[in-house]
Structure formats: structure tokens, C-alpha cells
């Protein structure tokens, strides 16, 4: 079985120190590949870029895409989605001890990807909030860093990663919106055993509690 991966998303998708790929979603891929063929290792993990993601299940190169992939609509009519496996949010890091949740952010500024849909989930829950936008993680560490801004806003999945990096950093409690996190599979009948096969799968992890243990092991629990 052929799986499309992320190996630079902390603690979905990553390469730890010696190389080898790690995060929930391997964990998921690893388990459906026992649920299915009788064998954890008996899949090639093929790591893709943000681009890729889709291309990847359209063209036929992999049989399914497990890589921080939310399911929406515009979505769901090129690819198939299994059940969400996580349901990702809008979130804030900071190192500003005076900030113990959103309200605090009102009129401070904080950055945001450019171009990124947390622009406008923030904008509506925290009007007041000055927005400045940067081309990358590293753009927004750098501001913070030197204090031009108090918190960073992002994907609470990606954000988890940052403060298991940066352990000087706090992941606010607070959620905003949601997105649900899902397999990618292609469209047509000759896959949908495969998709009923994935999603009676997810359905048993998410009853036994095996999923949640490892949302909750990857610090995704919080």
C-alpha cells in the first residue's frame, strides 16, 4: 500500500533524529496497513509537498493520502474523504506571560500566515486584534523573537509541533473554528472497498480508544 505522507509537520508527519518518519499520521498509516494487509510495514510511505497532497490520489501514484488534508467541500469534489481522524483548529503561541488567552491578543498585534484562512477566523472572533501578516514560520518566530508581535495564530496541529520545538512557547487553550483532518482516497467503484475498509477502521480506533491515545501521545490532546 502506497501512502502519501508529510515528513516535515511536527507531530503529524516528521523525520526524528535519525531520519525515520514519525507523527499520529504515520501511526495511522502504519495501522491501517495491519487492519488491511495483516502487516504494519507493509506500505511505502511516500512523503509529498502541500501541492502534491491531491495530485497525488488524482493521477493514481499513491492509494490513498494521509497528510494534514481538510476535508471541505470544493475538496470533496475531486477526492473521496474517510471519516475526519482529527479536528484541527485555529490556535495562538506566545511567550508573553501576560497572555493567558485570546481575550489578552485584543489591540496587541499578532502575526498570521499571509494569504492563509486563519486571517479571517481571527479577524471575526478578535476584531480589535492588529494583524500582521509574514510569509513563513520562520518570519513569525523572528517577529516574536524581537517582540513586534505577542502571539502567532495558526493550525493548532502545526502549532503543537512549534512549542515541542521551542519549548519557551505556549500553546493557548483556546479554539477557534474547525477543521476536520481526513484520508484522502480517490473517486470510482472499483475503490470503494477500500473507502468502507478505511472508514470501519477509523470507526473501531475512535470506539476502542487507540486513536485518541495517540492524538493524546503527539501532545494533540491539549
Do not use: C
Request: net charge neutral.
Amino acid at each position: 500500500m502506497i501512502v502519501a505522507v508529510k515528513d516535515n509537520l511536527r507531530p503529524l508527519g516528521f523525520r526524528d533524529e535519525r531520519g525515520n518518519l514519525q507523527g499520529l499520521e504515520i501511526d495511522i498509516a502504519r495501522k491501517l496497513a495491519e487492519e488491511l494487509l495483516g502487516d504494519r510495514n507493509a506500505l511505502i510511505l511516500q512523503p509529498v509537498s502541500n501541492a502534491e497532497r491531491l495530485n497525488t490520489t488524482l493521477a493514481g501514484e499513491v492509494d490513498l493520502t494521509i497528510a494534514r488534508v481538510g476535508a471541505t467541500p470544493s475538496r470533496s469534489r475531486l477526492v473521496n474523504f474517510s471519516r475526519y481522524y482529527y479536528l484541527d483548529s485555529t490556535g495562538f503561541v506566545t511567550r508573553d506571560s501576560s497572555i493567558r488567552s485570546r481575550i489578552d491578543l485584543r489591540s496587541r498585534k499578532v502575526a498570521v500566515l499571509e494569504g492563509s484562512s486563519t486571517i479571517a477566523i481571527v479577524r471575526h472572533a478578535l476584531p480589535d486584534t492588529q494583524l500582521v501578516g509574514v510569509a513563513s514560520y520562520r518570519e513569525a518566530l523572528t517577529l516574536l523573537e524581537t517582540r513586534e508581535v505577542v502571539a502567532f495564530a495558526s493550525d493548532r496541529s502545526l502549532l503543537t509541533g512549534w512549542v515541542q520545538e521551542y519549548p519557551l512557547y505556549r500553546l493557548l487553550r483556546d479554539r477557534l473554528g474547525g477543521i476536520p483532518l481526513a484520508i484522502v482516497l480517490p473517486k470510482g467503484l472499483q475503490h470503494a472497498e477500500l473507502y468502507l475498509q478505511v472508514n470501519d477502521a477509523i470507526a473501531k480506533w475512535q470506539d476502542s480508544g487507540w486513536l485518541q491515545g495517540r492524538i493524546d501521545y503527539w501532545g494533540l490532546g491539549n
